[in-house]
């Protein structure tokens, strides 16, 4: 991948990155801290094991892509609360840093697992496991006697007036 191409992929990316934060904000602000112990089975993590893989894996890829290399750290915080202030802390930080990487540095071809890929298309990576673990996470919140926030429209608990507001 030529460096102008993985700089035309993260200014296509960039908005998207950020969008999907706010949304994922949102779904992290609804638990409800008497009830993150909640999961619908023994084989699901519970909402807060949940808040903090996505909180964890928020910085990872995004430290990633910015270090050129992918360091795992778990992430152990006992209350939504604590999820979300780390994210409000960490991720719009390191989402301007990714913004500001030089293109040569987005082209860098980084190793993840079984891939090898330029770290710019690891953004996309980052964006689809966030988004399968919000929706995850958002289908836990009525259960938890929580409201479900506006995702990609409005819900049931926030009709269209509310999602516009955003």
């Not at 910085?59 to 006992?78: H, P, R, T, Y």
Request: charge should be negative.
């Amino acid at each position: 991948m030529t460096p102008e191409t993985a700089r035309g992929l993260l200014d296509f990316l960039l908005p998207q990155l950020e969008q999907e934060f706010a949304t994922t904000r949102n779904v992290l602000a609804a638990i409800p801290a008497e009830n993150c112990a909640y999961k619908p089975s023994e084989r699901c993590m519970s909402a807060i094991e949940l808040a903090n893989h996505i909180a964890a894996s928020e910085s990872f890829f995004l430290n990633g892509v910015i270090n050129g290399a992918f360091d795992w750290k778990e992430m152990e915080f006992k209350t939504p609360a604590d999820v979300l202030a780390f994210c409000d802390k960490t991720v719009p930080a390191l989402i301007k840093q990714v913004g500001g990487l030089p293109a040569d540095k987005l082209a860098k071809v980084i190793e993840f697992h079984t891939w090898t890929q330029p770290a710019v298309v690891y953004l996309n990576l980052h964006m689809k496991h966030t988004v399968h673990h919000r929706g995850q996470l958002s289908a836990y919140l009525r259960p938890m006697g929580a409201k479900v926030p506006s995702i990609y429209g409005p819900s049931a608990d926030e009709p269209l007036q509310a999602a516009q507001a955003e």
